[in-house]
């Protein structure tokens, strides 16, 4: 490839989809395919296929009634039939002048008077027809489909596709042997016309088989191998059954053999719920191993991680060593800060030790102090931003990283706190620590199955269930025409003394999307409540004046807050009863859980309405409506994940959740049960006999994304 600067624009796009290598190319497989391989004649066409005619344009106009539109008629000897443009271009018009032999491509529609297709695709009829299904390629707005074919027909014809499956892996689990990786690749990308479309489309086909295979395959290989090198590497072993408090600068007298995990325990205003217990203990018996942790902690919203942190952090403190903290937004960091300090700061101070706070609106002064505090080892604790991973942040010796809403981050600082280990680089103490123990938290389970079989590197805990006397939320669907009653309904809260949230989906109005503009709303609010303050959050607002609305409103004194979804992650407001999601057909199923996870923390009774709008065909979508519908009947974070995946499928699932890029793209979790099984036992044996074969597969298939499976 040329440098970056002298590429065009398309082969700018091609490197942006990750198809720079000619494998990678290769292995772009269509989404779909269109038959243009045959002539349907009208007689013979049922309504509702998808036809391709050859035939002649015999009227041609510009209709306005009832809006404008380009209506062609064409006669293909056997019938007629109407193809209709309701945007077009002149040139298109012209393409279609009376006379015309065309082909045209479009799902046929009956009616009253006989043959329509809207939008269909139309080319002259020249040439022959092509020999092979159309594949279409899944692309970005810069990449023309027909480049892109070329492109990967290229790829495919100058890719090194000689065979990396293990010996006697394919017989094992059944896959035809004629069907080696190239013959498959070079079939799926352009399938003989007698294909059976179906069999393309369920992924039913040997050579679809293959490729599953394969990936599944590779993707096992790699968490083997980052599993395997990870239990090469060493972190601090933090024992929980002490003798002496190791370096705490100042160790309190009398207390010297109460570990501080437990005081913190003492000093709690609850109990751990068994399942916190649970975890609490998963995690601690990790953190007593000198081989790095690699956990995550899931459990659904407002399910009390933060304490089960807040104990690990206590472990790794009273054994010595420094925990960061990393949450994705100011708010939640903030959130936690207060949260930590009131339990934490207690049992630090009296051994001269302190939490940190490290933000991206910090004061340079306040900055320079927090970063001496982290480096100097005397903050025990670091809690903050994005701004704990960057260049200049150094700790003495951290030993454990904990990250909230763990998918929320990037993959690259994800690694970037791992890397902070003895980041101090002062020799003292740590020489020989390479890693920290790294704790990741959501709130977005993936389901428990999905998570072990696919996961191979990453030990999973589960909290799954909530602290005792939360009152279950109420959930309503609402069409956004019965506002007012809504408004009233919020009116009643605020006169018991509670809070309401109003949540809306974009800061601006935009035209193409009627979406409500949460400055417009909060004004209207603000009208129909007088003498309540309705505040505003939202996304374009500086930090400062992000915390100044969310104290307000933390305070009690806001009795309504309205906000982007800002929100989303972690505030905690127990005295608040009422959600309002405004469009919230608009939010995906575990955004909308996440958004109803902010009420029902206190003992209230409380509820979450969601306000749909239906648009002009005064239908909602069918994913939409499921949605909803899941929402209403389920208040089950592990059952809104499992309806989520069967909403959107596992590859989506996982790779928007995970790593801001999919993982798998052929294979399914869900129905290729056997193929991950047989592809989990085989990993294990290919690393070790086949050291360089695996390699080799892992490199082709993942190629540089593979830090993403490990991360
Ligand atoms: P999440 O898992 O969503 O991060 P939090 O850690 O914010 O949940 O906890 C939600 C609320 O429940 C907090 O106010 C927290 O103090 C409280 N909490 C946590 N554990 C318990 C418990 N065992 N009993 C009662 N309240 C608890
Ligand atoms: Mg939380």
């Given at each position: 490839?040329?440098?970056?600067?002298?590429?065009?624009?398309?082969?700018?796009?091609?490197?942006?989809?990750?198809?720079?290598?000619?494998?990678?190319?290769?292995?772009?497989?269509?989404?779909?395919?269109?038959?243009?391989?045959?002539?349907?004649?009208?007689?013979?066409?049922?309504?509702?296929?998808?036809?391709?005619?050859?035939?002649?344009?015999?009227?041609?106009?510009?209709?306005?009634?009832?809006?404008?539109?380009?209506?062609?008629?064409?006669?293909?000897?056997?019938?007629?039939?109407?193809?209709?443009?309701?945007?077009?271009?002149?040139?298109?018009?012209?393409?279609?002048?009376?006379?015309?032999?065309?082909?045209?491509?479009?799902?046929?529609?009956?009616?009253?008077?006989?043959?329509?297709?809207?939008?269909?695709?139309?080319?002259?009829?020249?040439?022959?027809?092509?020999?092979?299904?159309?594949?279409?390629?899944?692309?970005?707005?810069?990449?023309?489909?027909?480049?892109?074919?070329?492109?990967?027909?290229?790829?495919?014809?100058?890719?090194?596709?000689?065979?990396?499956?293990?010996?006697?892996?394919?017989?094992?689990?059944?896959?035809?042997?004629?069907?080696?990786?190239?013959?498959?690749?070079?079939?799926?990308?352009?399938?003989?016309?007698?294909?059976?479309?179906?069999?393309?489309?369920?992924?039913?086909?040997?050579?679809?088989?293959?490729?599953?295979?394969?990936?599944?395959?590779?993707?096992?290989?790699?968490?083997?191998?980052?599993?395997?090198?990870?239990?090469?590497?060493?972190?601090?072993?933090?024992?929980?059954?002490?003798?002496?408090?190791?370096?705490?600068?100042?160790?309190?007298?009398?207390?010297?053999?109460?570990?501080?995990?437990?005081?913190?325990?003492?000093?709690?205003p609850f109990q751990?719920t068994?399942a916190q217990?649970?975890?609490?203990?998963?995690?601690?018996?990790?953190?007593?191993?000198?081989?790095?942790?690699?956990?995550?902690?899931?459990g659904d919203v407002g399910s009390g991680k933060t304490v089960?942190?807040?104990?690990?952090?206590?472990?790794?403190?009273?054994?010595?060593?420094?925990?960061?903290?990393?949450?994705?937004t100011?708010i939640l960091?903030?959130q936690h800060?207060g949260k930590?300090?009131?339990?934490?700061?207690?049992?630090?101070?009296?051994?001269?030790?302190?939490?940190?706070?490290?933000?991206?609106?910090?004061?340079?002064?306040?900055?320079?102090?927090?970063?001496?505090?982290?480096?100097?080892?005397?903050?025990?604790?670091?809690?903050?931003?994005?701004?704990?991973?960057?260049?200049?942040?150094?700790?003495?010796?951290?030993?454990?990283?904990?990250?909230?809403e763990?998918?929320?981050?990037?993959?690259?600082?994800?690694?970037?706190?791992?890397?902070?280990?003895?980041?101090?680089?002062?020799?003292?103490?740590?020489?020989?620590?390479?890693?920290?123990?790294?704790?990741?938290?959501t709130a977005t389970p993936?389901?428990?199955?999905?998570?072990?079989?696919?996961?191979?590197?990453?030990?999973?805990?589960?909290i799954d269930e909530l602290p005792p006397g939360r009152t279950p939320v109420v959930t309503k669907v609402v069409a956004d025409?019965r506002r007012d009653e809504v408004i009233e309904r919020i009116r009643g809260q605020l006169a018991q003394g509670r809070q309401v949230y109003w949540v809306c989906p974009?800061?601006?109005?935009?035209?193409?999307?009627?979406?409500s503009?949460a400055?417009?709303t909060h004004?209207?609010l603000?009208?129909a409540l007088?003498?309540v303050l309705v505040g505003l959050l939202?996304?374009?607002?500086?930090?400062?004046?992000?915390?100044?609305a969310m104290s307000l409103f933390t305070a009690g004194t806001m009795g309504v807050l309205v906000s982007t979804t800002v929100i989303e992650v972690g505030v905690d407001v127990p005295n608040a009863s009422l959600m309002v999601i405004e469009h919230a057909e608009r939010f995906g199923l575990s955004q909308l859980h996440q958004l109803r996870g902010r009420v029902g923390r206190g003992a209230a009774a409380s509820a979450c309405v969601l306000l749909y709008?239906?648009?002009?065909?005064?239908?909602?979508?069918?994913?939409?409506?499921?949605r909803l519908k899941a929402m209403v009947e389920t208040a089950d974070g592990f059952e809104i994940a499992?309806r989520d995946?069967?909403?959107?499928?596992?590859?989506?699932?996982?790779?928007?959740?995970?790593?801001?890029?999919?993982?798998?793209?052929?294979?399914?979790?869900?129905?290729?049960?056997?193929?991950?099984?047989?592809?989990?036992?085989?990993?294990?044996?290919?690393?070790?006999?086949?050291?360089?074969?695996?390699?080799?597969?892992?490199?082709?298939?993942?190629?540089?994304?593979?830090?993403?499976?490990?991360?």
């Amino acid at each position: 490839m040329p440098p970056t600067q002298a590429l065009s624009a398309p082969q700018k796009a091609l490197l942006k989809l990750g198809l720079g290598r000619d494998i990678d190319l290769a292995l772009h497989l269509p989404l779909r395919y269109e038959d243009e391989t045959r002539i349907v004649k009208l007689r013979d066409a049922r309504e509702g296929d998808t036809v391709q005619i050859e035939a002649t344009v015999t009227a041609s106009e510009i209709a306005y009634r009832p809006r404008r539109q380009l209506v062609v008629t064409v006669d293909d000897g056997s019938d007629t039939c109407v193809l209709r443009f309701f945007s077009f271009y002149p040139s298109q018009q012209k393409a279609l002048a009376v006379g015309t032999r065309i082909r045209a491509r479009g799902e046929l529609k009956g009616g009253f008077l006989g043959w329509q297709m809207v939008h269909p695709t139309c080319r002259a009829a020249d040439g022959d027809l092509p020999d092979a299904l159309t594949p279409v390629y899944p692309t970005s707005a810069s990449l023309p489909q027909s480049y892109l074919r070329k492109a990967v027909l290229g790829g495919l014809k100058r890719a090194e596709l000689s065979d990396t499956l293990p010996p006697g892996f394919a017989q094992e689990i059944g896959l035809e042997p004629e069907w080696d990786l190239r013959r498959s690749l070079a079939f799926l990308h352009q399938p003989t016309p007698d294909t059976s479309l179906a069999a393309l489309e369920d992924r039913s086909h040997p050579a679809w088989q293959r490729l599953k295979a394969e990936e599944l395959l590779a993707q096992q290989l790699s968490q083997l191998q980052s599993k395997r090198e990870r239990a090469r590497l060493r972190a601090p072993a933090l024992d929980t059954v002490r003798t002496e408090p190791v370096q705490a600068l100042r160790p309190a007298q009398g207390e010297r053999n109460l570990p501080l995990h437990e005081r913190l325990l003492a000093a709690l205003p609850f109990q751990l719920t068994p399942a916190q217990r649970r975890v609490s203990e998963e995690i601690a018996r990790d953190l007593a191993r000198n081989v790095p942790m690699h956990r995550l902690l899931q459990g659904d919203v407002g399910s009390g991680k933060t304490v089960v942190a807040a104990l690990g952090a206590a472990i790794a403190i009273d054994a010595g060593w420094q925990c960061a903290l990393m949450a994705p937004t100011e708010i939640l960091a903030q959130q936690h800060f207060g949260k930590l300090i009131g339990w934490l700061e207690p049992l630090l101070a009296p051994r001269g030790q302190r939490v940190a706070w490290l933000t991206g609106s910090q004061k340079k002064k306040e900055r320079g102090e927090m970063l001496q505090l982290v480096a100097s080892g005397e903050a025990a604790l670091v809690i903050g931003t994005h701004a704990v991973i960057q260049d200049q942040v150094r700790f003495r010796n951290l030993a454990l990283a904990i990250i909230d809403e763990q998918h929320r981050f990037g993959v690259a600082q994800r690694l970037a706190l791992r890397g902070k280990a003895n980041s101090g680089q002062d020799g003292l103490a740590c020489t020989d620590v390479e890693e920290p123990h790294l704790l990741m938290m959501t709130a977005t389970p993936i389901p428990r199955t999905l998570a072990m079989s696919y996961y191979a590197d990453l030990d999973v805990s589960t909290i799954d269930e909530l602290p005792p006397g939360r009152t279950p939320v109420v959930t309503k669907v609402v069409a956004d025409s019965r506002r007012d009653e809504v408004i009233e309904r919020i009116r009643g809260q605020l006169a018991q003394g509670r809070q309401v949230y109003w949540v809306c989906p974009l800061i601006e109005e935009s035209e193409a999307l009627d979406l409500s503009n949460a400055t417009a709303t909060h004004e209207a609010l603000s009208a129909a409540l007088p003498g309540v303050l309705v505040g505003l959050l939202h996304s374009r607002m500086t930090p400062a004046e992000k915390k100044a609305a969310m104290s307000l409103f933390t305070a009690g004194t806001m009795g309504v807050l309205v906000s982007t979804t800002v929100i989303e992650v972690g505030v905690d407001v127990p005295n608040a009863s009422l959600m309002v999601i405004e469009h919230a057909e608009r939010f995906g199923l575990s955004q909308l859980h996440q958004l109803r996870g902010r009420v029902g923390r206190g003992a209230a009774a409380s509820a979450c309405v969601l306000l749909y709008s239906s648009g002009d065909g005064g239908r909602l979508g069918e994913t939409a409506r499921a949605r909803l519908k899941a929402m209403v009947e389920t208040a089950d974070g592990f059952e809104i994940a499992r309806r989520d995946l069967e909403i959107r499928g596992p590859g989506e699932f996982l790779g928007a959740r995970q790593s801001g890029a999919a993982l798998l793209r052929f294979a399914d979790l869900a129905t290729d049960t056997e193929l991950l099984d047989a592809a989990r036992r085989q990993a294990p044996l290919m690393l070790d006999r086949h050291p360089a074969l695996a390699e080799k597969h892992v490199t082709r298939w993942l190629g540089g994304r593979q830090d993403f499976l490990k991360a």
